[in-house]
């Protein structure tokens, strides 16, 4: 009709006034793909961190398996020594009798012959890589009291470094292998454990090879100690 105003269309104004919000299904969402995200770059960075100690390990283990071959190597033309693992037991070649730390001038000979094969093993590309130090190790038999036998092993074992270190002995070892015996050697006293079958055998002189762990820390600056020329004081 004439003269009659019809009222004007509202603008959907109050629609696009409205700010928008994303819904919370579509939050949760977005947090759970980056939760998904940040655990897969985790979980690659551990995986990736295993594989390399996995590698590590097998890397040191084939070095100290070739490392104790080269001393099973040069073992083989000393009839009576046997390589165990890390250890390598002397036998007859070295063993005490009882309630005794002297070795016989040609025990004293005979460990001046082989050490040295040793030592240059040792000092090789091969060994260096991983070796820590070579324990002397003295044993005894059961007869006596647990720390008679403790000192008497260890006595041994210090009996043994004297034939090694006395520069005055026949056919004594270069002063070089000397000194590395001195860097390298320990002293290892352990009474009766590790028993033979007689005391006999049981009254012996092992080295025995420790190596580094992946986690050990390395001496980087070793002192060098002294070469020691005096007597032996045992």
Not at 71 to 93: A, M, N, P
Not at 139 to 161: A, C, D, I, K, P
Request: glycine share 4%; hydrophobic share 35%; with cysteine.
């Amino acid at each position: 009709m004439l003269g009659l105003k019809t009222p004007s269309r509202k603008a959907n104004r109050d629609e696009a006034e409205k700010p928008f919000w994303i819904s919370f299904s579509d939050l949760m969402t977005a947090l759970m793909v980056l939760f998904l995200v940040a655990m897969a770059v985790a979980l690659l960075s551990v995986t990736q961190g295993l594989r390399d100690i996995k590698a590590k390990e097998e890397d040191r283990a084939q070095s100290v398996s070739s490392c104790m071959n080269e001393v099973q190597d040069i073992t083989k033309t000393f009839d009576g020594v046997v390589i165990r693992e890390h250890s390598i037991d002397f036998g007859t070649l070295a063993k005490f009798d009882n309630n005794s730390y002297d070795l016989t001038q040609r025990q004293q000979e005979f460990l001046r012959n082989y050490v040295p094969r040793i030592l240059k093993v040792a000092t090789g590309t091969v060994c260096q890589r991983w070796l820590k130090r070579i324990v002397v190790e003295g044993f005894t038999s059961e007869s006596g009291m647990y720390l008679h036998n403790l000192n008497l092993s260890t006595q041994r074992s210090e009996r043994v470094l004297c034939a090694l270190l006395d520069p005055k002995a026949n056919n004594p070892l270069d002063p070089k292998d000397r000194q590395i015996i001195q860097n390298l050697f320990l002293v290892g006293g352990y009474s009766s454990n590790s028993m033979k079958r007689t005391p006999e055998e049981s009254r012996r002189i092992e080295l025995k090879l420790e190596f580094y762990d992946l986690k050990d820390p390395r001496d980087v600056d070793q002192r060098t100690i002294p070469l020691d020329t005096s007597p032996c004081p045992i």
